[in-house]
């Protein structure tokens, strides 16, 4: 019976915490440029953020930086799949925006690309390209010179992310940089002596084969990078199609808070009545409050997840085998302490020992018992901003 109670219970917590803990939904306004229900945003914990797209729309990125700090922004995405053809995205942030913080926002939305596009991406990369490396690899007659290995790598690399800085590949491919297979090759340019090749030539033809020999080594470094560009650009690539910016967005200022709990615990008392062992469980309702380790944790998904100790009494004396009766001296009641976690917000899951001694025998000692519990959990305000 006891179990049966302890399950039901068990149930009913949790259906009212999936219902508590489902995320908050703010809606974008599209044409002014902020969000609708939600001018100011809610704090340590996960939310949605919803919109009208037109259905050509593929792909929607939402970057959120905090103001004045020196954070990276956080980069969410949304990914139309197959068969949706629905006319709104939603986007879950899943790493909690911290209270009494100013935030900016950026949704950018993205459409499909041809193979026209994708051409004249590859095609305005190479042609910059082939420009820097013509200004920065000479011949002088003797030797092959590249002016500065490094910075023409460098070159080479903003030329390459400059131009593909609106696009985005829906398989998930990036571009970082070039690999260190192409400046090999720059270095090994810089190393190349022509004078042998050129010694018994006259001097029309020398710079004939010079240049020739140049134009060979630029058009295969031109390949070596179509090669490693071609894989994003070949993917299921789309570009930029309208940016919202969203500035100075504030969220709700912290408060100072208690976390308390009340539910049920589990405990076995032993005894011993005539040389007999005998093992009394029972679950007893208790309350308490919670010390959090840390207030949230970034995870996936919907519930957030804090570590703490709980600190309470049981609202009723717990009972042995022989009817004796047990309780922490003074107040009476069990007391416990337990290490446990929040998940869904509003559920606390401790483990840990209840403090009683034997209220009908003065002399007995104090008995530390395991006891495990799940309760219900609430934040109090009291008050006091942080």
């Known amino acids: 019976m006891k179990l049966k109670q302890l399950l039901i219970v ?25 969000f609708k229900n939600f001018p100011v945003l809610p704090d340590n914990e ?8 037109d259905i050509s729309i593929k792909l929607v990125e939402v970057t959120i930086k905090e103001e004045n700090s020196g954070n ?33 926002f950026t949704v950018t939305t993205f459409k499909s690309l041809d193979t026209e596009s994708k051409k004249r991406i590859i095609g305005n990369i190479l042609t910059r390209s082939q420009h820097l490396l013509r200004s920065e690899i000479t011949v002088d007659g003797k030797d092959i010179e590249v002016d500065n290995a490094k910075d023409l790598i460098k070159g080479l690399n903003e030329i390459v992310h400059q131009g593909i800085v609106l696009q985005r590949s829906r398989n998930g491919i990036e571009f970082k940089e070039l690999s260190g297979l192409v400046e090999n090759e720059i270095n090994k340019l810089d190393n190349f002596k022509v004078k042998k090749i050129l010694r018994k030539k006259k001097g029309i033809e020398k710079d004939s084969i010079s240049t020739a020999m140049l134009n060979e080594k630029i058009d295969y470094l031109l390949e070596l990078i179509l090669t490693e560009v071609k894989p994003f650009v070949s993917s299921e690539l789309v570009e ?3 940016r919202y910016d969203i500035s100075s967005v504030k969220t709700k200022k912290a408060r100072f808070t208690l976390p308390i709990n009340g539910g049920l615990y589990a405990w ?11 093992s009394s469980t029972g679950l007893t309702p208790g309350v308490g409050i919670t010390i959090p380790f840390k207030r949230s944790f970034n995870v996936k998904g919907k519930s957030i997840t804090s570590l703490g100790i709980s600190l ?35 559920i606390r899951v401790n483990a840990g020992t ?33």
Do not use: C
């Open 10 to 34: 068990t149930l009913s917590v949790f259906s009212i915490a999936y219902a508590n803990a489902q995320s908050q939904i703010i809606k974008l306004d599209s044409e002014n440029g902020s």
């Open 72 to 104: 990276d922004p956080v980069v969410y995405s949304w990914n139309r799949s197959l068969h949706n053809n629905s006319g709104n995205f939603e986007v879950l942030v899943t790493q909690p925006l911290e209270a009494g913080e100013t935030y900016d």
């Open 240 to 242: 930029q199609y309208r």
């Open 312 to 346: 309470g009494v049981l609202t009723s004396k717990i009972e042995d085998a022989d009817g004796d009766r047990y309780g922490a001296p003074t107040i009476k009641l069990p007391v416990y302490a337990a290490l446990g976690v929040n998940v869904f917000k509003v």
């Open 268 to 278: 076995n008392l032993n005894s011993n009545i005539n040389n007999v062992n005998l």
């Open 46 to 53: 996960v939310f949605s953020i919803e919109g009208e797209v």
């Open 354 to 386: 209840l403090m009683v001694s034997n209220l009908s025998n003065s002399t007995n000692k104090l008995k530390f018992i395991p006891t495990f519990g799940v309760a219900l959990e609430l934040d109090a305000w009291i008050g006091v901003r942080k």
